[in-house]
């Protein structure tokens, strides 16, 4: 089972909303990321758990939050947003932060912001 | 100079043809290569890892060249299912490990015509 879920597959808010994304992976994998990706762009990365730990943020602003509760979750908690946080955001797991091994993506959460 | 270099495309070839991409990467220090295919819409989706001696799945070809710092992917008999955005992507290097972060290219976009 290579799979990475995501809920949920869509979300509209409002920039004073608060939400949640949601990621699970079965796999055993240790290291489970967050991307931001626009349109016509490649995946940017956000941040790196690496065993539960944040391992890196890459100088992303306090108002996306993440959070690793277990190896096979991880979250990200949404808060005044801006329009242009608008983007698809994809979850990604592998066997660990520095292997050799390849990177799994989830289906992602396309985000729009209001 | 971009970290991994790609002709954006688009590429437009008849259904059968065969068609190579490539891309250069900046870090010799990397050692893991993978090309991902992602549609429109959708996750990226790994195609094939990389190997210095080469490696080939069906109709796909891929090559490493380190001494250039070099990748390519070769598709032979496209189909019109082959339409799709290919990412070239190169895990960070760091001494004799990897980081953990990807680095993408851009992607090359191909589009097979009937």
């Known amino acids: 089972d290579t799979e990475v879920t995501q809920t949920p597959k869509h979300l509209v808010m409002g920039m004073t909303n608060k939400k949640s994304l949601k990621c699970e992976q079965h796999?055993?994998?240790?290291?489970m990321y967050w991307y931001k990706q626009k349109a016509k762009k490649p995946p940017e990365l956000m941040f790196v758990?690496?065993?539960?730990?944040?391992?890196i943020n890459e100088s992303v602003p306090s108002r996306f939050s993440p959070e690793c509760p277990n190896s096979s979750l991880l979250n990200l908690h949404l808060h005044a947003l801006q329009p242009e946080d608008s983007a698809l955001y994809l979850c990604a797991s592998s066997q660990t932060m520095t292997s050799l091994y390849e990177q799994f993506f989830g289906p992602g959460t396309r985000l729009t912001v209001l | 100079r971009k970290e991994v270099e790609q002709d954006p495309g688009p590429f437009n070839v008849p259904e059968g043809a065969t068609v190579a991409f490539n891309c250069t990467y900046s870090n010799s220090a990397s050692q893991s290569f993978f090309w991902y295919r992602q549609d429109c819409r959708k996750e990226p989706k790994l195609l094939m890892s990389?190997?210095?001696s080469g490696n080939e799945d069906g109709r796909f070809t891929a090559q490493l060249n380190r001494a250039s710092q070099y990748i390519s992917l070769l598709i032979r008999d496209s189909k019109l299912s082959d339409s799709a955005t290919y990412l070239c992507v190169v895990n960070e290097g760091h001494g004799s490990s990897n980081t953990g972060k990807l680095i993408f290219g851009q992607g090359t976009t191909l589009q097979v015509k009937p």
């Open positions: 796999m055993g994998h240790r290291a």
């Open positions: 990389v190997y210095s």
């Open positions: 758990y690496s065993y539960e730990k944040l391992s």
